[in-house]
């Protein structure tokens, strides 16, 4: 569909449906996806797992300094988040991550780390990514730009059932306060917060299924090759 190859933000608050819309997006355009949430949650996972005491200057650089990630597919040819070589699809995704990955989102040193390695994933362009800052601060420049949003007990429900399919020990309670507290943080940090860029464009997905918001999107997609 497209001739020239451009860039795709998708902006929204946690489980808004971002990864999957982008996903299918990516898909359809033949685009590479890049899920920016499991960059700032393969950065939680290391601190947790080295016990990293991030308020201090010296050993927050020194950690992430030997921090890597790479997207790859993996033996089942899902795409997957890797951390210094080790794929960590399935622990970034548990509720131990969920619990203090904004908090470790808010830390400039990180954003400065992560937003640099999001901007050379793109410098080709032909990229869907997804995030909180894609269309504000990684690419203020992207062609189109996309600010998911959906009603608050349907963003619950939905991830309750995707966290249960994973086997989670979880309450649907727990999910809406984790939803909350990430949404708020997320929202009221000093350095990057999430916001709807001036130039994106809002999709409420609450009322479509999967193909209908991809179609929603395609829509939109097609009347800025058509202008
Ligand atoms: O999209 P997600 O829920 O997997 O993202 C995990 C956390 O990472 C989310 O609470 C906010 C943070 N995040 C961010 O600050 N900036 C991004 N571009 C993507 C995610």
Do not use: W
Not at 115 to 138: C, F, H, S
């Amino acid at each position: 569909m497209l001739l020239k190859k451009i860039v795709i933000a998708v902006d929204g608050y946690s489980s808004c449906g971002k990864s999957t819309l982008a996903k299918d997006l990516a898909s359809v355009l033949a685009y590479i996806y890049i899920d920016s949430g499991a960059m700032y949650r393969a950065v939680t996972l290391y601190f947790i797992n080295n016990k990293v005491k991030f308020h201090d200057k010296d050993e927050l650089q020194n950690a992430l300094n030997n921090i890597s990630i790479e997207f790859k597919n993996s033996i089942d040819g899902k795409c997957s988040t890797y951390l210094n070589g080790k794929d960590v699809e399935a622990e970034i995704r548990q509720m131990e991550v969920s619990s203090k990955v904004s908090e470790v989102a808010a830390i400039s040193e990180v954003r400065r780390k992560l937003v640099q390695e999001q901007r050379k994933m793109g410098a080709e362009k032909g990229i869907v990514m997804d995030g909180r800052d894609i269309g504000t601060v990684v690419f203020p420049n992207a062609e189109i730009k996309l600010f998911l949003t959906a009603d608050e007990d349907i963003r619950v429900d939905r991830r309750f059932d995707e966290l249960k399919s994973k086997g989670e020990e979880i309450t649907r309670d727990e999910v809406k306060e984790n939803l909350k507290h990430r949404d708020y943080i997320d929202s009221t940090r000093e350095d990057s917060p999430l916001m709807k860029a001036k130039d994106a464009i809002t999709l409420n997905n609450s009322k479509l299924d999967r193909k209908e918001q991809l179609n929603e999107a395609l829509k939109i997609i097609k009347t800025y090759v058509h202008q």
